[in-house]
């Protein structure tokens, strides 16, 4: 059903990206546009798909009922979902839709080349079948103008409200920090107190450590989607216990349950495709060669989507080295272009790092 009222303003979560060097590929390959479009096509319809099959189930109806809905123009999409009223239930609703985004921008980047840059935020919007309208639109646009490298940056209030301890009241919180205290001052605490208190604890513990794998800490003091990990409940979970939630989820959504159940790519797999596409990225941006030498512009242009890419490849290099997986670690050296000194980036195929 068309969805063309006038629908009014509400606050969202809003995932906004594009495609890097879009613009600069219509501008310097004009004989390649018809193999462009044939990949954002299937980029777009995949992610199409993959949004469907998100709001048709079930299990994410049981997380909040994300219902994410979607604009998609040109080389630009915006994703959101509308702010819940359950604040128990919101951080897991916004880590829902923040690996739903991550998905797609790893798809986007490991099946067709594409690498993305936008914002993720919250903010006001009015949004139906014709049009999306609101200071949350633009709040969006601006971050993705301001990312600068190939990531989706992550505004400081998300970040923030992550990091805060809403799954409990005010009145929980006062009782475990009550207990914390007799702890600390050595005092007898009842055995319902000390399950309560431990509760709190690995609540706490379990979201910061999966906040930390799905948020990356750039250089530049700001947080954005780690694309390159996929959430594994095994890190966080017993294997018996994720038995006994496949076999819930079985019977609530066969759909969810065969989805779950596929073999994921490993890290491995998502790390050596990430690397030689990267690879690919360094190699073509530090050839200068056919720019002609009165082309001063062109060399600055060139040299600039080359330092996107190096972004890249520190953030490659760093989840590596996070996940004890320098055997895919990219080694380079840097260099210069002789002609007008614009940085060159030597990719090194040397051993693999033990």
Request: aromatic letters at 10%; hydrophobic letters at 40%; one cysteine or more.
């Amino acid at each position: 059903m068309n969805n063309t009222e006038l629908n009014p303003i509400s606050e969202y979560y809003i995932a906004y990206f594009d495609m890097l060097g879009y613009k600069a590929f219509f501008q310097e390959h004009h004989d390649k546009v018809a193999s462009l479009l044939s990949s954002i096509h299937d980029a777009i319809t995949k992610t199409k798909n993959y949004l469907q099959s998100i709001n048709n189930s079930p299990l994410a109806q049981m997380v909040g009922n994300l219902n994410i809905q979607s604009k998609i123009f040109s080389d630009n999409i915006l994703l959101c979902i509308e702010v819940g009223t359950d604040d128990k239930k919101e951080k897991a609703r916004i880590v829902a839709f923040m690996m739903v985004v991550s998905e797609i921008q790893r798809g986007f980047i490991l099946e067709d080349g594409l690498f993305l840059r936008g914002g993720f935020t919250k903010g006001n919007l009015s949004i139906n079948d014709d049009y999306v309208f609101g200071d949350g639109l633009i709040d969006a646009v601006t971050m993705e103008e301001h990312a600068i490298h190939p990531r989706i940056v992550v505004s400081e209030a998300i970040v923030k409200y992550l990091w805060g301890i809403y799954q409990f009241t005010a009145q929980e919180l006062d009782q475990a920090i009550e207990i914390e205290k007799k702890l600390n001052d050595g005092e007898h605490i009842s055995l319902e107190d000390q399950r309560f208190y431990t509760h709190v604890l690995q609540v706490v513990s379990l979201e910061r450590r999966i906040f930390m794998k799905i948020l990356y800490w750039c250089s530049d003091d700001v947080w954005c989607l780690s694309y390159l990990y996929r959430l594994d409940v095994s890190e966080f979970i017993s294997k018996e216990v994720q038995l006994k939630l496949q076999e819930m989820i079985k019977q609530v959504s066969p759909a969810d349950y065969e989805r779950m159940t596929n073999t994921p790519a490993p890290i491995e797999a998502i790390l050596k495709a990430h690397a030689e596409i990267v690879k690919e990225k360094l190699r073509r941006y530090s050839d200068y060669s056919s720019i002609p030498t009165n082309e001063i512009k062109r060399f600055e242009i060139q040299e600039n989507v080359l330092k996107k890419y190096v972004w890249a490849m520190v953030y490659h290099n760093d989840i590596c080295t996070s996940n004890n997986r320098l055997q895919y670690f990219i080694n380079t050296i840097a260099n210069c272009e002789r002609r007008h000194m614009k940085l060159m980036i030597n990719v090194l195929e040397s051993e693999k790092n033990e």
